[in-house]
């Protein structure tokens, strides 16, 4: 694998020409792009901390493929693990679809199931070690920004205590700050809370008896109520593994989700375990692993509708920011990935950073207004929701309930829409 690095990668000593707002997935790997291909930037934080929060995520090879060619695949084979196949299933635990994953897919590169505070950790101390301490700021809150012919200006505010501030000046500045972006909501005052399908979901993992190969990933339930399970990192011992589980289930009809601060509630077991009885996974104790979690967390599946542009003259949007989506088809952070190669890409065949931030806006913003729209219906995972709904008793043949044809063409045309196919990743 090629490395893509500009000869001279280096830390900057000049003043950014971009100014990127969040250091989440999106936000740092934008920061590696840029600096690969020599193009001096900055990241303005609002945590005080870089930490490692959050659960699992898995990072399809579309978006391993962007990593690995910036020489990071070494450290997250380090801390993550290569899936090898993915079981769609009823509740009860029969198998709806089956495929291998990553390498064992054909793709020359893996999918890794990670706890997303690791991969956020490798991609920050790759930043660090690549351009200085000084490539991202912490405990800064945006306050606001003007631009003009020649630039952006922004002012920063301590994020803890509101005290002191801090005006910096780029060529453009970059919105990767997340579902309730600041940039996004000065451009879309009246764009109102993201939206809710419903849905309630529980994240945590725990130490617990590996199952399958050790590195298999099992969704079971469709969008009314689901399980997902997998693996995220190397257990205590040779027997175990750190394991990730998801319970969602739907709760209620309301478009309008709870208030901010129930976004990362501690969970409560009494809460969670009478709706993770509702599956049945063979050979696997579901209520085991949630108990033996120390603590889990729970938050309310969101989104918000495509937007009719992210670019305002020499300010953009990227990541969660520009399109945040449901948490299916294992989809978001890879995303979020493909927007930063694509943002680099397009400033460095541009004469202008107008023409730059519109060309990357031209590619990116239909391709995942797209990927939005069919996550709501349940993206891949929907051939569990068509099965359960044909057959919700269970069966005895799901060939007899929906035809092979059908469940694959429902599976492989969201991975041929969201750009991950063995084809599509070996054309470029």
Request: proline share 6%; with cysteine; aromatic share 8%.
């Amino acid at each position: 694998m090629v490395v893509v690095t500009h000869p001279s990668a280096q830390p900057f000593r000049s003043a950014p020409k971009v100014l990127i707002a969040g250091a989440g997935v999106g936000g740092l790997t934008l920061a590696l792009m840029l600096h690969a291909r020599g193009v001096s930037c900055r990241i303005y934080e609002q945590a005080s901390t870089i930490r490692e929060v959050g659960a699992g995520i898995n990072a399809l090879p579309h978006a391993i493929k962007e990593l690995a060619q910036l020489g990071l695949l070494p450290a997250l084979d380090a801390i993550a693990v290569r899936t090898s196949e993915l079981y769609y299933m009823n509740r009860t635990g029969q198998v709806v679809w089956r495929e291998p994953r990553g390498i064992a897919a054909g793709f020359d590169v893996p999918q890794f199931s990670i706890h997303r505070g690791r991969l956020q950790k490798v991609l920050h101390d790759a930043v660090i070690e690549r351009m200085g301490p000084g490539a991202i700021v912490t405990g800064r809150k945006l306050t606001g920004f003007v631009q003009d012919e020649g630039g952006v200006t922004a002012w920063f505010t301590d994020s803890i205590d509101g005290s002191g501030s801090e005006t910096v000046r780029g060529e453009v500045l970059v919105g990767a700050d997340g579902i309730h972006s600041v940039i996004r909501g000065h451009y879309y005052p009246d764009q109102g809370l993201p939206r809710w399908n419903g849905v309630q979901m529980w994240r945590g993992c725990a130490d617990f008896p590996a199952f399958m190969d050790g590195r298999s990933m099992i969704i079971a339930g469709g969008m009314s109520g689901k399980l997902v399970l997998y693996p995220i990192g190397e257990g205590q011992n040779p027997e175990t593994r750190l394991t990730n589980w998801v319970v969602n289930v739907r709760v209620s009809d309301t478009p309008h989700p709870p208030g901010k601060e129930s976004w990362s509630r501690r969970g409560r077991l009494d809460e969670v375990l009478p709706h993770a009885a509702r599956f049945a996974i063979p050979g696997f104790d579901v209520l085991g692993l949630i108990r033996s979690t120390d603590a889990f967390f729970e938050y309310p599946m969101c989104d918000r509708d495509p937007l009719p542009r992210w670019t305002h003259g020499r300010v953009t949007l990227l990541g969660d920011a520009a399109h945040p989506m449901y948490p299916v088809g294992s989809n978001g952070a890879g995303q979020a990935i493909l927007d930063a190669r694509c943002f680099a890409d397009c400033w460095v065949k541009a004469e202008h950073p107008w023409q730059a931030l519109l060309a990357y806006e031209a590619e990116r913003l239909p391709k995942t207004a797209e990927i939005v729209t069919l996550n709501r219906k349940g993206g891949p995972e929907r051939v569990i929701d068509e099965v359960e709904k044909l057959a919700p008793a269970g069966f005895t043949d799901v060939d007899r309930v929906l035809g092979y044809d059908e469940r694959k063409a429902i599976v492989r045309g969201y991975a041929g829409k969201a750009g991950f196919t063995v084809q599509q990743l070996t054309k470029m």
